[in-house]
Nanobody, 123 residues
Framework: QVQLVEAGGGLVQAGGSLRLSCAASGRTFSTYAMGWFRQAPGKEREFVAAISRSGSSTYYADSVKGRFTISRDNAKNTVYLQMNSLKPEDTRVYYC????????????????WGQGTQVTVSS
């Protein structure tokens, strides 16, 4: 069982930055690929970024490529999402997720999910 707790959301002006963090419980964090997803009210959850177990491979949605950076610290059981040059269309609830094994970009195979953190970007 893995429990995930996100933090770092909030209100920011367009062009600003936020850093989300996701702390995981347990001693097997390094065996899980991690992903960030986001969801607007009434919309499907969409992929944002993902990182492999070692952190050597990262993947991004086209909409955030060049602006967002995913990273992880296996010693701290934490994954991060640095978000720069934020746009109003980035306003969503952001979720981190964990899946054992290889990294994938689709949300369907992620086994564990955090409670979500709201990111609001004002214009």
């Amino acid at each position: 069982q893995v429990q995930l707790v996100e933090a770092g959301g909030g209100l920011v002006q367009a062009g600003g930055s936020l850093r989300l963090s996701c702390a995981a419980s347990g001693r097997t964090f390094s065996t899980y690929a991690m992903g960030w997803f986001r969801q607007a009210p009434g919309k499907e959850r969409e992929f944002v970024a993902a990182i492999s177990r070692s952190g050597s491979s990262t993947y991004y949605a086209d909409s955030v490529k060049g602006r967002f950076t995913i990273s992880r610290d296996n010693a701290k059981n934490t994954v991060y999402l640095q978000m720069n040059s934020l746009k109003p269309e980035d306003t969503r609830v952001y979720y981190c997720a964990a899946r054992p094994g290889a990294v994938v970009t689709g949300p369907g195979t992620y086994q564990y999910w955090g409670q979500g953190t709201q990111v609001t970007v004002s214009s």
